[in-house]
């Protein structure tokens, strides 16, 4: 779950650096993620609702030992976001049916044994558009972009300016005013990780800090609304949006993607 850029009052120094046993935790709750989006993928299909893939999720969740972490996170009212056509995250599900055609990027978090994991991936439903399928191949190529820039020594903006230069190459545009951030005994921890900016600016990063890295890519401009919900974030001009996020812990010797599904055919190398 992407969050905004702080105001400088509201930012705070504290980075945490986890150690091996800190990070199989977050793993272990990041791979739980990665299952429940397995299965979620395997369930799209037109006709099905976005509230039921949110039961779906919840209950997969639970049966296998954790928590939604979405759900009562400062309000919100579901366990999963499953964002729809120009709907770039935090969507709240309901009755929506899915058609033919549409795109639906599926944001899922999980709190367990005191550790949370965070990933988001776009899926077609059915056969989509030429735009469409282009949106999807840049947004996970851009990831993974980022990804590869998670490397001890290196800056938060490094990752920032990759993700932005493979968007801008491909004609999109990445959205500003959410990031990604770190993760670990909170959902929510710094830094905050733009999709965007200069390479070489930013927190230096450090081996054992674990980060929520997740390009929210615009086939037109950048600019979002809020709807009167107060969370389902849209591109202001209607076109279509895609999201993917991975966590991901800094090595000395580069990233590892804690949320990488292992086993299922979609493992992610950096």
Not at 233 to 241: I, M, Q, W
Request: negative net charge.
């Amino acid at each position: 779950m992407s969050v905004r850029p702080a105001r400088a009052a509201e930012k705070t120094d504290v980075v945490y650096l986890r150690d091996r046993q800190e990070i199989e935790a977050i793993r272990a709750a990041a791979q739980l993620v990665a299952r429940t989006l397995g299965m979620l993928g395997r369930a799209v299909r037109p006709g099905v609702t976005t509230g039921e893939l949110d039961r779906l999720a919840e209950e997969f969740i639970r049966d296998h030992g954790g928590r939604p972490a979405f759900k009562g996170y400062r309000g919100f009212p579901a366990s999963i976001c499953p964002s729809v056509n120009e709907e770039v995250v935090h969507a709240i599900p309901g009755p929506r049916p899915l058609r033919e055609g549409d795109l639906i990027g599926i944001d899922v978090g999980v709190e367990k044994d005191g550790f949370y994991g965070d990933s988001a991936c776009t899926f077609p439903v059915g056969e989509v558009g030429a735009v469409a399928g282009r949106l999807v191949e840049v947004t996970r190529a851009a990831l993974m972009e980022g990804v590869a820039r998670a490397r001890a020594g290196n800056r938060v903006g490094d990752i920032s300016h990759a993700i932005q230069s493979h968007v801008e190459r491909h004609g999109f545009s990445v959205v500003r005013t959410l990031v990604g951030h770190g993760i670990g005994r909170e959902m929510h921890e710094e830094p905050q990780v733009p999709n965007y900016g200069p390479p070489d600016r930013g927190p230096r990063l450090m081996a054992g800090q674990v980060l929520a890295i997740e390009p929210m890519v615009n086939a037109g401009g950048a600019e979002v609304v809020t709807r009167p919900d107060g969370w389902t974030v849209v591109t202001k001009d209607g076109s279509l949006s895609a999201h993917f996020e991975h966590t991901v812990a800094v090595g000395r010797d580069g990233p590892e993607i804690l949320s990488a599904a292992d086993g299922d055919g979609t493992k992610e190398e950096v």
